[in-house]
């Protein structure tokens, strides 16, 4: 692994400083919005623009890339949501901020793509799921240092814009340094919404729940915080503690994923956050140290919805469409994502702050009906399934090119699907999807970042 990070560490470095700026953004903005007695409303909505602008980039960046290259790509994009970073500062008009957060999204999903298909390109197939937890731990601790920096810095000036533009700034020197070819193009996976639908709807389901939950917390999070009374440090250990707990947990996750029923953890999960948002629901005041403990839980069972949706859903699809797959989930994440902070923006307008939690926990207990394990055995299973647990990004910090380092896909298909896209096969067999067979038993040359891949 210490071999990996050295081989990845400019990437895994592009990545850090990137996830610092997103975070760092996202927070500062509620909480200014919060010091200027802004309505909830508008603070949903400019989360709900960053997310609509990830969704966006992941449909014309790959036309970007193949236009003028990875690096002339990545580097136009970068100052691109720099100058759109310090424009915040420039502009006080909050209509001129959603414009603003769009192309903040779109852009940083450009450079997104630009980093996964340089880290596809220069990975060992024997490496990449070791690259791809390095790129994992890289984008959830860019998140958490992102709110740190309030502790450090608590003031809500114009030199927190500053830092987050200088972020961007940094994450743009180890690509623009490389002396190497660019990577071989690729494209988005192509989706097929109407199969997808039919066969893993259970999952679609629980990845659109994911996104109305984690889009919520990302954007309201913060404005909750502050309207507990918590000054701007407390916000940032919030924030910190919560996205922490979702790093925490993966590994524990995928450790349960593979033993038990994915069905069944899902609903589990959804009940458990269910009851942990609870309290936060339903008191107005709450007491600083049941903030930290409820909202700490929270984020342990939120953040695992979508990982084992997306294993879930992948038991159920062959290998030649787990690209298409990938694909399908994140942009329907990023729908859920783009809704949940308007409707949870106008909930707490209307019926105070506390409402946030309680969305979460009407959300979690409709997952928690909708998802139901199967006893039925003739349903559609693949033949490789289960699959082993790994870990995935959401739109806050992947594109759709993640589909290339997910170890599960057989990287051949990768290649044939995301370089020649193929077109869609007739919808003839569309089961829905059924339970996680029984487990079975897992089957068991690295290169620098300015190394080309042969």
Known sequence: MRQIWKSFRALYFASLMMLIGSGLLSTYLALRLAADHVDSLWVGALMAANYFGLVLGGKIGHRLIARVGHIRAYSACAGIVGAAVLGHGLVNWLPAWLFLRVIVGLGMMCQYMVIESWLNEQADTKQRGMVFSGYMIASYLGLVLGQLILVMHPGLGLELLMLVALCFTLCLVPVALTRRIHPAPLHPAPMEPRFFIKRVPQSLSTVLGAGLIVGSFYGLAPLYASQQGLSTEQVGLFMGSCIFAGLLVQWPLGWLSDRY???????????????????????????????????FLCSLVQFCLYPLAVAFSNDHIEGDRRVSLTAMLLVTYGVGASIGPLV??????????QMLYAFFSFFALVLVWRIRPKAVTNLHQVEDAPLHHVAMPDSMSSSPLVAALDPRVDEQMV??????????????????????PPEQPDTGSEKSFTEARP
């Open 261 to 295: 029923d994915r069905a069944l953890l899902i609903r589990s999960f959804a009940f458990s956050l269910a009851l942990a948002a609870l309290p936060l629901a339903i008191m107005e005041r709450v007491p600083l140290e049941v903030l930290f403990i409820a909202g």
């Open 344 to 353: 949870a923006g106008v909930l707490m307008k209307l019926f105070g702050s």
């Open 415 to 436: 290649q044939e699907q995301m370089q020649n896209p193929i077109p869609s096969e007739p919808e003839s067999a569309s089961e829905p999807e059924a339970d996680t």
